[in-house]
Structures are given as C-alpha cells and as structure tokens.
C-alpha cells in the first residue's frame, strides 16, 4: 500500500527548512498574483530558491496558478510559466481552463494539479480533467467521506483531500464586502479591518468570527471552525488517498510545524506498524493540536461525516 504524501503550505523559505524537518511530503506555494489564498507570498526568486532546497531532500514543491484570470492577467500568466519550467517545479495547481491552454501553446512539461475548489465533487470530472492532462484532482472540501472514497475507487488520477485547516467558504472577485458591513450598520461587522490578514466578520446570534481578508484576488470568508482529521484517517489511508493536504493559510509558523510534525507521526504509525499502532496514539495527538488551538478556532471534522459547519 503507498503512503499518501504529506502536503504543507509554508509561510517563507525559512519555513520549508523547518517543515522537511517536520516530515512534510511536499508544499504549495506561489504569490497572490496568480495563486488563491496561499500562506506565505513566494516571488519567482524566491520559488527558485525553494525549489532547489525541497527538491535536494527528495521532496515536491507544486506551484499555484489557481486564481480567477481576467483577460489583462493573460500575458503575465504565460510569463509566469514559463519560469516556472525553467525552474523545474513539481506540479501546477490549476482551476481555470486557461491554465491548461497556455500550457499546451507554451510546451510546457509540468504535471497538472486540477483544484476548481467547490466543484470538484464527482470522478466524472476528475477523468475528464486527466485526459486533458491533470494527473490529480484536489477534491472539495464539502465532500462527504463516502463521496471521497467513492472519487478515488473510481478515479484515474491521483486524489487529494484536505484533513487539516482552515475552509474557504466564501470569495468575491469584489474588495467591498467590509466596506458594506460597515456602511450598513448591521449585526455584522469587520474588526481590524487595517490588518489585512488579522479581520473578523462577527456574527453575535451565533457566536462566531469568521476570518476574512481581501487581497488582489478579492474577497475571502473561511469557516469559524478548524478541520481536523488527525484521528479519522484510517479510511482515507486504507482507500490509498494520494495526497493529505494542511492548509496552514492564516496560521503561525510555530503551529504549521507542529501540526505537521503530529500528522507525520499518524501517518508513520499506520504505515510501519499497522492500524493498531495508530489507532493508540490518534487520540492522543488530536489532544496534543486541541492544546495549542486558537481558543476562537474550535475543531471539527468538516463535511466529512455531514456535519454543519458554518
């Protein structure tokens, strides 16, 4: 049975040094201008140095060219790639369709990650996106455990879920929405609002804070809760999953550590000494990141056993 790859997303090149040693697998990274909601901001330079530096340990760096292209960001984009494949990157994670098309003009070499965000929710998609050239799909993170098995036992390309982190569930192309809270004078509002990546929208009836920011690519709104499946992977790792993702967006470099650090050692346990083995120390490493979470980010499961989130 393979082991599934272990996916991070770092803040800064320091970051990555700290993340191999924690046993990460692979990393996204990328600046704003092309990828959504990325942790850390990495310049063509920078994504040079990081390459070389994961690549030398055995480990995959995937760049991202997700965001919502307009026709002026086009020209730019193809530029873009074409550092990219001078640079060597592992993978390019991509939504939109252009992506794909300047690959096949350019003669671009690098395998394809499919990641639409919501909608990569059935293995029809997947297949249609690996005959265009993906080699994997990142699934939805509304996704039921039952529709994630059943993606994968049918899919023919490489599957990855996220079992860490924080959820997006909301993103406008607009930069208004706390101009329009504040404006409207309603139960909502923006507190920080000149901390781009230190805002909370309020709901007081229900007694959440849902991190927000906006950046070149507009809007986005994450879920209250934090997912964690720390101590719910054993069918995920018997359906041979490829890839398990922490999205470490809006976290702290000292908690991406350890919560990588945790789910390496979940992993490990399963693969080297079998169910038993991590069956005995799931519990105890879901304490271990209870211990150190934001006390306004409580954790849940997601959607992956249907539950209500937001």
Not at 40 to 59: C, H, M, P, R, Y
Not at 188 to 212: C, G, S, T
Request: with cysteine; glycine share 6%.
């Amino acid at each position: 049975m393979k082991k599934p790859e272990l996916l991070v997303t770092p803040k800064s090149i320091d970051h990555i040094k700290e993340l191999i040693k924690a046993g990460a697998d692979a990393f996204v990274i990328g600046e704003q201008k092309f990828g959504l909601r990325l942790a850390g901001e990495f310049n063509v330079e920078q994504v040079a140095e990081s390459t070389k530096l994961i690549q030398d340990v055995g480990k995959k760096v995937y760049v991202a060219v997700n965001a919502i292209f307009h026709n002026d960001r086009l020209d730019a984009l193809d530029e873009y790639l074409k550092e990219m494949q001078k640079i060597g990157v592992d993978a390019l994670i991509f939504g939109d369709p252009a992506v794909v098309m300047a690959v096949r003009e350019l003669g671009i070499t690098i395998p394809l990650h499919w990641n639409p965000e919501t909608i990569a929710t059935n293995w029809f998609q997947a297949n249609y996106w690996g005959e265009r050239g993906a080699t994997r799909a990142v699934l939805a993170r509304e996704l039921s455990l039952d529709e994630i098995l059943e993606i994968k036992e049918n899919s023919n390309v490489e599957v990855e879920v996220q079992v860490h982190g924080m959820t997006c569930m909301f993103q406008s192309k607009r930069s208004l929405l706390g101009n329009y809270f504040l404006y409207r004078d309603e139960v909502m509002e923006i507190a920080n609002r000149k901390e781009n990546k230190n805002m909370f929208l309020h709901d007081k009836e229900r007694k959440n804070k849902y991190p927000i920011y906006e950046d070149i690519n507009g809007t986005h709104i994450f879920s209250p809760n934090d997912m964690c499946l720390i101590d719910e992977l054993t069918e995920l790792l018997e359906a041979g999953i490829d890839s398990l993702k922490f999205d470490g967006v809006l976290q702290t470099e000292e908690y991406i550590v350890t919560v990588t650090k945790l789910y390496r050692q979940a992993i490990d346990a399963y693969y080297h000494n079998g169910e038993d083995a991590y069956d005995d120390i799931k519990n105890e490493l879901f304490e271990q990141i209870e211990a150190i979470q934001p006390k306004l980010r409580p954790l849940d499961t997601g959607f992956i056993f249907k539950e209500t989130v937001y």
